[in-house]
Each structure stands twice: as structure tokens, then as C-alpha cells.
């Protein structure tokens, strides 16, 4: 390697263990173009729109086939308890993905990894916690269907959740 190329190296981030990555200016120029073209790619805006609706659709159409509405609101064997916990799991872990995510982000432009470490781990245990919950309150209504009845409901909240914010542009 030449003198010309040691002066044209750049350090670019350092790792989370302090090990430095460096790059050329030249592969440097090559990953923003490629970050810009993988951006701007109209085929990949297009099929993460059709995968968003398709699982907005998915979870419309399992609330509506199982009937999950009128279930909660009269069927008796649905746990209560259970039931509420995971609903305030729920709203806690979207409470703060859109503080955390969208609004520091988005909107005061801060790093919401430096501002609120404990965000994403945070509502992440929460969700999770959340889908157990929905599990044990409707187990004893539905049986065994529980399980992807919730899971495709709980990933079509995520969806339908991010796919809201983005269309208010936080």
C-alpha cells in the first residue's frame, strides 16, 4: 500500500468493543451509493408496502374469522386477568416505541440508543410478555389455535403500529 492510499483511509465507526473499522474514500463512496440506490429502489418501497398490507389483512382477517370481538366482550371463559395484563403490556411496549423510536428520533433527531438505552429491551420483554399473556387469557376459548391466533395478531399490530406512524411521518 502506498503513501497516497495510508493518507486517503478514514476511520468510519468504531465497534462496540473499540475495534476501529477503516475504509477507503473510495469504498466509502461505494457504500453511500449503494445506500442511496438500495433507498431509492422503487421495487423494494413497493414490496415492503404489499408485505404491510398483507399483514394488516392477515390480522383483520383472523380478528374477524375467529370473531376475537365478541369473544372478548362475552364469551366467559376468557382470562381476565390475564387478559387486562397483557393489554397493559402491550400499550406500555407501544408507549415507548413511539417515544423512544419515532418521536426522539424522528422528531428531535437525537439517538434514541444514547438517549434511552433501555428503550428497545425494554418494550421488547414487554411485547413479549404481552403475547404470553394473550395466550394464558384466551387458551381456555380457543384451545390449541391460540397460539398462531395471537402471534399473527401480535405481528400485525407491529405492522399496522409502524405502518400508522409512517404515515404521520414521525
Do not use: H
Request: hydrophobic residues 50%; aromatic residues 12%.
Amino acid at each position: 500500500m502506498g503513501d497516497e492510499e495510508k493518507v486517503r483511509r478514514r476511520r468510519v465507526m468504531v465497534l462496540d468493543d473499540n475495534e476501529e473499522v477503516t475504509l477507503t474514500t473510495n469504498q466509502i463512496k461505494r457504500l453511500k451509493e449503494a445506500q442511496a440506490l438500495q433507498d431509492n429502489q422503487p421495487e423494494s418501497k413497493i414490496v415492503s408496502i404489499l408485505t404491510n398490507i398483507f399483514w394488516i389483512g392477515v390480522g383483520i382477517a383472523v380478528l374477524l374469522y375467529f370473531d376475537v370481538i365478541n369473544a372478548v366482550k362475552y364469551d366467559t371463559r376468557i382470562d381476565w386477568f390475564s387478559f387486562q395484563l397483557a393489554c397493559a403490556l402491550l400499550g406500555f411496549a407501544s408507549l415507548v416505541l413511539v417515544v423512544a423510536v419515532f418521536i426522539i428520533q424522528k422528531l428531535l433527531g437525537r439517538n434514541y440508543d444514547v438517549e434511552l438505552p433501555w428503550a428497545v429491551p425494554t418494550a421488547t420483554i414487554s411485547g413479549l410478555l404481552s403475547i404470553v399473556g394473550f395466550i394464558f387469557a384466551f387458551y381456555p376459548a380457543y384451545g390449541i389455535v391460540t397460539v398462531p391466533l395471537v402471534v399473527v395478531s401480535s405481528i400485525s399490530f407491529i405492522i399496522t403500529l409502524a405502518t400508522v406512524t409512517s404515515f404521520f411521518n414521525i
